[in-house]
RNA sequence: GGCGGCAUAGCCAAGUGGUAAGGCGACGGUCUGCAAAACCGUUAUUCACCGGUUCAAAUCCGGUUGCCGCCUCCA
């Protein structure tokens, strides 16, 4: 199946073609490290790992890049507010970004490099763009970008230059010769961190350390570039100026942007006060559950949060977690396989929608189909070979590698969603198991009205309970 | 003000020219002492609205309405 990719500024899907046979260069941007990530930034992250995990399941010698922004304004802004060096608050907050990575099971990139261990590089591109006359020092210092030197300036966004300049709202910056020019070096202010450069002692501009890192880790064209949709315009736009202006060269072949992830319909921002940080959501809410949550539409749509979103995932996680429960407590018979048609098609299935630009709602579709298959089989027959085993254990080992879930071992994981929140319901464990004797104690005495008066008692409480042949089982309703 | 995106059942949601995936919920059934779970069946003659193109449109084009985003830092 060939891997078919949406292309933001040709806003169609095309085949994939990277530009050296099998190496893939891959460069997303990362976060600006001045606070915790909230679950929009979990989104892109999820997303591009994801894809960089299917690019190299389909074979592709992956070079994955994701930056750090580890200087900026808001950082110096936050430092000043808590009186600290900049370094350290972005120290602080590199840490605890790779600590989310690692509690919602993504991948670290291949290389993951930080704007201030690139500051040559910046500055050498600078160098290149004013040799250029593609950007100018201003008499403070400051280098700028010249829009109007660049030809095909808003391609990749679809704006033009005559409509941003009659909708510009803001104030220009004296030193600017045009107001759509931006600042690629920028004189740094008394007691902010500083590079010593030739025009002055000064800071990268915003866009300029993408350029550069992409640039120099993958070289002058990448395969492919990806954030946020919000990173379009200015920055990936300003990107592709910078980096063709400097080099001449395409600077990216694939554009792939992610959609918002939304709160009440709103986009999620620390002005409207309105973000859920990684951190605290994953106290309550499983990793697993929040990737299959975040996957299950696709990646340019936007995606609402919500408490009923987040529970709805978690249900359909049981779910999946039943069945590979069920089959791997199934016994064992001789004889064909009664699964491996099933399995085999679920491949092909999980293949064919990955391929078609990445779409994992389409994926967790045919997983949820692939449940129900192997559920009714195992309703027929619950005995299945060792064969089937082993098919039912590659494919959900495939799973895992390219979403991320089912990573788990299923009765643990089910016993653990089961437990979880049962203090606050005022039960424990004991006491519920308790009830459930004297309830099973009823029933061999066929004191039926006594056995439900005990469940119903449980359920008002949020406990639902499932006789089984094994025996009584019970969990959150 | 400029630019762009989206609108699919009660809810979530896939589907970009060939006659509406999947999940939740609801209802009926099998199973069960009764339930729960699981499975089976039913649940959109129709894809915001109005026109147009086509043998054929949720899908393409034009217009209308509504929502969202970008244009300032943003995943």
């Not at 950007?135 to 391609?155: C, T, W």
């Not at 973000?275 to 340019?300: A, C, G, M, Q, W």
């Not at 559920?375 to 005995?383: A, I, Y």
């Amino acid at each position: 199946m060939t891997l078919q990719i949406y292309n933001t500024p040709y806003k169609k899907k095309h085949p994939f073609n990277p530009l050296n046979g099998n190496n893939v260069g891959m460069y997303v941007c990362g976060v600006t490290v001045y606070d915790m990530c909230h679950i929009g930034h979990a989104r892109s992250l999820i997303v591009f790992d994801v894809i960089a995990r299917f690019l190299r399941r389909k074979g592709y010698k992956l070079t994955y890049v994701r930056n750090f922004t580890d200087v900026d304004d808001k950082i110096i802004a936050r430092a000043n507010s808590l009186g600290k060096p900049y370094n350290e608050i972005s120290e602080r907050y590199i840490d605890e970004f790779i600590t989310d990575m690692d509690i919602l099971k993504v991948r670290p990139a291949d290389i993951e490099p930080k704007a201030t261990e690139h500051i040559s590089q910046i500055i050498e591109m600078v160098r290149m763009l004013e040799d250029k006359g593609l950007a100018y020092a201003a008499d403070d210092g400051s280098v700028y970008f010249s829009v109007s030197g660049f030809r095909g300036y808003g391609k990749l966004s679809g704006r033009r230059i005559e409509d941003m300049i009659a909708g510009t709202r803001f104030d220009v910056e004296e030193a600017k010769h045009d107001p759509l020019d931006f600042a690629i070096w920028k004189r740094s202010k008394e007691g902010e961190p500083s590079w010593d450069s030739p025009w002055s002692k000064g800071r990268p501009g915003w866009h300029i350390e993408c350029s550069a890192m992409s640039t120099h880790y993958l070289g002058h064209t990448l395969d492919i570039h990806g954030g946020g949709r919000d990173l379009i315009f200015p920055h990936h736009e300003n990107e592709t100026a910078q980096s063709e202006g400097a080099f001449g060269s395409e600077f990216v072949r694939y554009w792939i942007h992610n959609g918002f992830v939304t709160i009440g319909g709103d986009k999620m921002s620390k002005s409207l006060g309105n973000f859920l940080t990684i951190r605290d959501l994953t106290k309550e809410v499983h990793p697993e559950v929040l990737r299959l949550l975040l996957l299950s539409r696709h990646y340019r749509s936007p995606i609402d949060f919500s408490k009923e979103a987040v529970s709805s995932s978690q249900q359909a996680l049981v779910r999946f977690y039943e069945m590979l429960d069920r089959i791997r407590k199934s016994p064992l018979k001789d004889g064909d396989s009664v699964l491996a048609g099933i399995m085999t098609a679920f491949d092909e299935h999980l293949d064919e929608a990955m391929c078609d630009d990445f779409n994992t709602a389409k994926a967790i579709a045919h997983l949820h189909d692939l449940t129900t298959r192997v559920n009714k089989v195992l309703d027929d027959n619950p005995c299945v070979s060792p064969e089937d085993k082993t098919s039912v254990s590659k494919s959900v080992a495939d799973i895992s590698d390219i979403l991320g879930i089912l990573e788990e071992d299923p009765s643990p994981f089910l016993e653990m969603i089961k437990r979880s929140g049962i203090s606050e319901m005022g039960l424990t464990q004991t006491e519920i198991e308790k009830l459930i004797d004297q309830r099973n104690a009823a029933r061999k005495a066929r004191d039926f009205t006594k056995a439900d008066e005990i469940r119903d008692t449980l359920k008002s409480r949020g406990i639902v309970l499932k006789d089984t042949p094994e025996g009584t089982s019970w969990e959150k309703g």
